[in-house]
């Protein structure tokens, strides 16, 4: 457990200074020769910190005399604020072995403050979490502008969406239905004793997260793990037999595998990331799947477009991922208010080189994993005003209608937009 406690402490400790979660996390892998139980705590305990990241600074605010401690400190503390209000260690193990983290950091001066504020905050536990749940902004565990951001966005909803953001994501599949029904893969789960729930056309909802080798037939292809809100994106787009399409930044193909099973296309997945092209390749390998996949920056088609338009044409766009924030909770306290100014411009430059590939008559899916308005409504509203032969097409029904589907129960945070080329 000492190791577990210094790698996540590290982990989050990086967050803190503007580091990816994920790439932190590798990169620890690399360095050290870790047991899956290993791997499985660090990520808990990180991942929870950084979930709860408001209440743990509110506490740590409170149990502090001074905020500017060491860096390496702070990250270590919260990780012990964390396991001990919400994890399920005995607490004399969390205080014991931080202390023992804390030893080896700046000559173990630090040890004592580690050993009295983990200490104090058991003594006070009850009162200080509930001061922090009664505090709205360390209650709702995002930045303040993040928080003011969904307030005016979403006045009906906002609480409802940061809420989920700061939950455990549910995990969905797709089922491959070039190899087996929907129905008769839920037979699969039962017999394996999973439980699922149907959603949508292809989609299952597990009762209960597990890992993949438990999934039944998921070697040999016969489903993969994708978000259900994802899973809208391949019938939205309304692919046939036959169609060129393009999926523009396809990485990690998720949708490309989905626009497959549905129809047999002439498919060109691009990305710009030539290590991400390959995570795509074995995803389809392992569906049975294939795809012409091609490295280029989606915003300038020159340098991969053999000028045949497209019939359709999937624009899966950068964006902040503020709609993921529940599988990436990094994102919450790396973003920055600044940062939608080249979000935004990266997108525009996308959709409007984009639509010169799209044929007459054929239609572009704008999509973004994201809830900020400046990155969907606006963005698209932007777009249509530069192009007089772009027209917004209707939603099913089953979306809301301004094609922004939040983060809840079943799935995360989307925005759909449908365009035709007249």
């Not at 305990?45 to 506490?59: A, D, N, Q």
């Not at 997260?209 to 978000?227: I, K, Y």
């Not at 308005?373 to 099913?396: C, G, K, S």
Request: proline fraction near 5%.
């Amino acid at each position: 457990m000492l190791l577990t406690q210094r790698l996540a402490a590290q982990a989050v400790t990086a967050v803190l200074a503007g580091r990816n979660l994920t790439d932190t996390l590798t990169a620890q892998r690399s360095r050290h020769s870790l047991e899956p139980r290993q791997r499985a705590a660090i990520q808990d305990i990180s991942y929870g910190t950084l979930r709860r990241y408001g209440e743990v600074s509110f506490v740590l605010a409170k149990l502090l005399s001074r905020p500017d401690i060491d860096p390496d400190i702070r990250g270590l503390l919260a990780c012990g604020i964390q396991q001990l209000a919400w994890g399920k260690a005995a607490p004399h193990a969390v205080v014991d072995f931080a202390v023992q983290v804390a030893s080896k950091i700046n000559g173990g001066r630090a040890k004592g403050l580690v050993n009295a504020v983990l200490r104090n905050f058991l003594r006070q536990r009850d009162s200080l979490l509930a001061a922090a749940q009664a505090d709205e902004l360390a209650s709702s565990n995002h930045p303040a502008w993040w928080l003011a951001a969904m307030q005016e966005a979403y006045p009906q909803d906002w609480h409802s969406v940061l809420a989920a953001n700061n939950q455990h994501p549910p995990m969905s599949l797709r089922v491959n239905r070039r190899k087996i029904s929907r129905d008769e893969y839920l037979q699969r789960l039962q017999q394996a004793g999973l439980d699922g729930e149907a959603l949508g056309d292809d989609g299952i909802r597990l009762l209960a997260p597990v890992p993949v080798d438990r999934l039944p037939g998921f070697t040999e292809g016969l489903c993969s793990v994708q978000d259900f809100g994802a899973q809208w994106a391949a019938p939205l787009l309304g692919v046939e037999d036959g169609m060129r399409v393009l999926d523009a930044c396809c990485a990690p193909g998720g949708k490309t595998g989905h626009l497959l099973e549905r129809a047999a296309l002439d498919l060109l997945a691009l990305d710009a990331d030539a290590g991400r092209l390959q995570r795509v390749r074995a995803n389809l390998d392992r569906l049975g799947l294939h795809a012409t996949l091609k490295q280029g920056d989606a915003g300038k088609p020159a340098s991969w477009w053999d000028g045949q338009p497209f019939d359709r044409i999937l624009a899966d766009v950068p964006c902040s991922a503020s709609g993921v924030a529940r599988r990436n909770p990094d994102i919450k306290w790396l973003r920055r208010p600044e940062d939608f100014a080249q979000f935004a411009t990266q997108q525009a430059q996308m959709l409007d080189a984009l639509w010169g590939c799209l044929k007459p008559g054929g239609r572009l899916l704008y999509v973004t994993c994201s809830v900020f308005v400046q990155e969907n409504n606006n963005q698209l509203a932007e777009f249509i005003a530069r192009h007089a032969d772009a027209r917004q097409l209707p939603l099913p029904a089953a979306l809301p209608a301004n094609g922004q589907l939040l983060p809840n129960e079943r799935h995360d945070g989307f925005f759909y937009a449908l365009l035709e080329k007249v």
